[in-house]
């Protein structure tokens, strides 16, 4: 039976480094329970488990050409899964924002308030135009799920029907997307 699911992985993985989205959804679907469970036991939150699950997936995914199918790919992935967990309980002592916080205060960057005035609403039009711009020269499934996601405010499984992606995945390219995102803003700062 081992022999047979670590044939069937690295099928999977083959078609993975190609790009299919589908071997991408079908490891991820495979090892979702195993790998939030894990995580779950480190960091004993319901809420961060979940969080920690779909970062340890963008982080296979991102760095999928590295593994060595000499191991288990289970071994692999709780390997990130477990050094995931222990960057996070690292960044949590020291107070870092999470990424969801800066992706949250992104979103707020967005809108505009009702109490505003003319000068904050132009210099708030400029940087959603930078923004967009900066969004728009993303990847496209980055640019699409970003948009979708913050721009027009589509629920998980909204996105997930409309490009026809299952929620689990959409999950991980978002989380991606976003700190693709973060990176480019932070190394364009001056514009802001």
């Not at 210099?123 to 711009?133: K, N, Y």
């Not at 640019?143 to 959409?170: A, F, G």
Request: hydrophobic content about 40%; aromatic content about 8%.
């Amino acid at each position: 039976m081992e022999i047979k699911s670590h044939t069937v992985d690295l099928q999977l993985l083959e078609e993975a480094k190609k790009g299919e989205q589908k071997a991408f959804t079908a490891l991820m679907e495979k090892y979702r329970k195993s790998v939030y469970h894990l995580i779950l036991k480190i960091v004993k939150s319901p809420e961060d488990a979940e969080d920690l699950m779909i970062e340890t997936f963008a982080k296979a995914f991102d760095k999928i050409d590295q593994y060595s199918s000499d191991f288990a790919f289970s071994t692999w992935l709780y390997r990130i899964a477990s050094n995931t967990c222990i960057d996070f309980l690292r960044r949590k002592s020291i107070d870092k924002v999470s990424l969801d916080n800066e992706a949250d205060i992104l979103q707020d960057n967005l809108r505009f308030t009702a109490d505003s005035n003319p000068e904050a609403d132009m210099i708030r039009a400029q940087r959603i135009r930078r923004l967009q711009e900066e969004v728009q020269a993303m990847d496209v499934i980055f640019s699409r799920v970003l948009t979708l996601r913050y721009l027009k405010e589509y629920s998980y499984e909204e996105i997930s029907e409309e490009l026809h992606i299952p929620v689990p995945t959409i999950k991980v390219q978002l989380h991606r997307a976003r700190k693709l995102l973060l990176q480019r803003l932070s190394e364009n700062r001056e514009k802001w």
